[in-house]
T-cell receptor, first 115, second 112 residues
């Protein structure tokens, strides 16, 4: 158990819908990272938040957004869902801002299926 | 941006043999290289990492080597066991950056 929690574990929804994925980092960690893992794309970095502020952005679609709250939990919002958005979504956390090569601890993931 | 290539994509070894996975990266500014192991349906877990000021690091049956000049790094698993069967990912992080770029993964199967 990494100490990072994610809810829900599974999510089934329809195209065009909107969903929210939730992540709580390890106690004491200030950074939260979001990753998408699909069969053909591997692990893709989406976005990072550090202490409530967006820190780095990867290949995140405009239909996706995220935020980190004062209690440091983070939410990833996916809207206008398409079949291709079906994937495993992981969050990870680290102690600091991440620039010095800190270990990122991954949560158990949320499996999203868009029908 | 950074690009990480990982080979092979699948690797089948006999229990007790060694397994080697190789990665190359494109950005010479990258200075942190972690390796993650992911079992089926589970989270990626860090198994070893190396920084650019070190050429080799070992932890029991696992070792990682780094060649900065050639921009490649490798994972070595000795005396493989069935529980080593998993997908292994290499990754690279640029100095002062925040974005971990992952390789495509290697599915390792250890046959008893």
């Amino acid at each position: 158990d990494s100490g990072v929690t994610q809810t829900p574990k599974h999510l089934i929804t329809a195209t065009g819908q909107r969903v929210t994925l939730r992540c709580s980092p390890r106690s004491g960690d200030l950074s939260v990272y979001w990753y998408q893992q699909s069969l053909d794309q591997g692990l893709q970095f989406l976005i990072q938040y550090y202490n409530g502020e967006e820190r780095a952005k990867g290949n995140i679609l405009e239909r996706f957004s995220a935020q980190q709250f004062p209690d440091l939990h983070s939410e990833l919002n996916l809207s206008s869902l398409e079949l291709g958005d079906s994937a495993l979504y992981f969050c990870a956390s680290s102690v600091g801002a991440g620039g010095s090569g800190e270990t990122q601890y991954f949560g158990p993931g949320t499996r999203l299926l868009v029908l | 941006g950074e690009n990480v290539e990982q080979h092979p994509s699948t690797l089948s070894v006999q229990e007790g043999d060694s397994a080697v996975i190789k990665c190359t990266y494109s950005d010479s500014a990258s200075n942190y290289f972690p390796w993650y192991k992911q079992e089926l349906g589970k989270r990626p877990q860090l198994i070893i990492d190396i920084r650019s000021n070190v050429g080799e690091k070992k932890d029991q049956r696992i070792a990682v080597t780094l060649n900065k000049t050639a921009k490649h790094f490798s994972l070595h698993i000795t005396e493989t066991q069935p529980e080593d069967s998993a997908v292994y990912f290499c990754a690279a992080l640029k100095a002062a950056g925040n974005k971990l770029t992952f390789g495509g993964g290697t599915r390792v199967l250890v046959k008893p």
